[in-house]
């Protein structure tokens, strides 16, 4: 059984910035989604500690197109600030991926309840997700829904490779490590046809250490089983 969804990811704008370097006043956006942007959208569709979201591949449907706006921000420190940031605009997607048991939480295995996490996650992207759906930033409102990945005409569909450069892939979190380190993965990207297939993060090999973290807690007292959910929605199945 392939416990996964393929679903249309559209949008205004999006801005998917390097977290890295996104503290000044200047933002831009990369050119495609990145798979922790992407994964971040599907757990806002459905998402429990004892499960792992996997992106698979993202597909291009609209031309990439830039705009500059002038913005601005919040200024704790008091006055004005006016900072310049680049969004894409008119963005559409097509989005496949699938989860996988945590392996890293073995304490959770209660939870692993592989048929009813599968169809909460279907009826919870039919409902456009659990959580609002932004595209990088909140200000980027997202919106999703089934369909085939292969459905459609995409602009980049006959085109040639397009070399993306070195861009964030993934956050290693210790919930899903296994270490107790935050770290932060990247990789070079290229787009065949319009299609970004997506490395899984363990098979990134540039990786770097950003803190120590501890991961988190969970148990029965402050996480609803997927038996409890279930049950909670099955009126609605």
């Known amino acids: 059984m392939w416990n996964g969804i393929e679903f249309s990811l559209y949008g205004d704008y999006a801005l998917f910035t390097n977290p890295l370097t996104r503290m000044g006043g200047e933002k831009s956006s990369y050119p495609v989604p990145t798979y922790s942007a992407l994964k971040g959208i599907v757990e806002s569709v459905y998402w429990k500690p004892s499960i792992t979201m996997v992106v698979d591949s993202v597909r291009v449907m609209n031309p990439i197109r830039m ?73 980027c409102q997202g919106y999703v829904e089934p369909t085939s990945f292969n459905e459609g005409k995409g602009y980049y569909d006959d085109a040639v490779d397009m070399h993306l450069g070195t861009m964030i892939h993934s956050f290693g979190y210790p919930d899903e490590t296994g270490e107790e380190e935050l770290n932060v993965r990247l990789w070079n990207p290229v787009m065949e046809n319009g299609v970004i297939d997506f490395i899984k993060p363990e098979e990134c090999t540039l990786i770097r250490p950003i803190r120590k973290v501890d991961p988190k807690h969970f148990d029965e007292t402050n996480m609803q089983t997927v038996d409890q959910l279930y049950d909670e929605l099955k009126g609605g199945f």
């Open 67 to 139: 705009e500059s706006k002038g913005i601005r921000p919040i200024n704790y420190g008091g006055g004005n600030t006016l900072a310049n940031y680049t969004y894409l605009r008119d963005v559409h997607y097509k989005v496949k991926a699938y989860f996988i048991f945590n392996k890293h939480r073995p304490d959770l295995a209660y939870d692993h309840n592989e048929n009813k996490h599968h169809n909460i996650l279907k009826r919870s992207l039919e409902a456009g997700g659990r959580r609002d759906i932004f595209l990088g930033a909140r200000e």
